[in-house]
């Protein structure tokens, strides 16, 4: 004997088409949905405030506006960070401190390595701490070290990924272009 089907009710099949169709929904929407991309030249630069590294209090990007900022990421467990942060010593000495200013944001989990690694070095440019990563959230970081560096008015003007052995020129020129 052989087993009995039967065909699917047209409530069934009714059922199953929608299904399909919601899903087929969804998957366009999930496809056209906006996705979160790094900040590129020509966007604003995000503010935010952080704890200074070494000391008490805070600084923000803000706190900078009227000057063209240099904004570093960078963590002790990022060898390329370890090269970039003494090479940027060498750009703040030659622009003039009312019109440049680099600023560093630290990711290390715990303070106590950033803070072993600058006691090794000679830096006069301000670190902030940001253990959380909350900061290069914002700019939707990509890559380590990862530099902005932004105009006058808050803009980011040009973006900087990685950090190699002649990366300082193309930084330096990017710079004197912006600060005139």
């Known amino acids: 004997m052989q087993p009995r089907w039967s065909r699917p009710s047209r409530a069934h099949r009714g059922f199953v088409a929608g299904a399909r169709f919601g899903a087929l929904l969804l998957a366009a929407a ?15 630069a995000p503010d935010f405030k952080a704890a200074k590294l070494e000391g008490s209090g805070s600084l923000g990007l803000s706190d900078y506006r009227g000057k063209v900022v240099y904004l570093d990421f960078w963590a002790s467990w990022c060898a390329p960070c370890l090269k970039a942060v003494p090479a940027l010593e060498t750009l703040r000495e030659e622009f003039p401190a009312s019109k440049f200013q680099i600023l560093a944001v630290n990711l290390d989990k715990q303070k106590k390595k950033a ?7 000679n830096i006069g440019y301000p670190s ?5 990563g909350d900061i290069p959230g914002k700019f939707d970081l990509e890559t380590m070290p990862s530099s902005y560096l932004i105009d006058q008015k808050g803009v980011v003007r040009y973006v900087h990924k990685g950090f190699r052995d002649g990366d300082l020129d193309v930084i330096r020129k990017e710079i004197a272009r912006i600060i005139k």
């Open 128 to 132: 902030v701490s940001n253990p959380r």
């Open 115 to 121: 803070l072993k690694f600058l006691a090794k070095q």
């Open 30 to 44: 999930l496809a056209l949905a906006p996705t979160a991309f790094a900040i590129e030249p020509g966007e604003k």
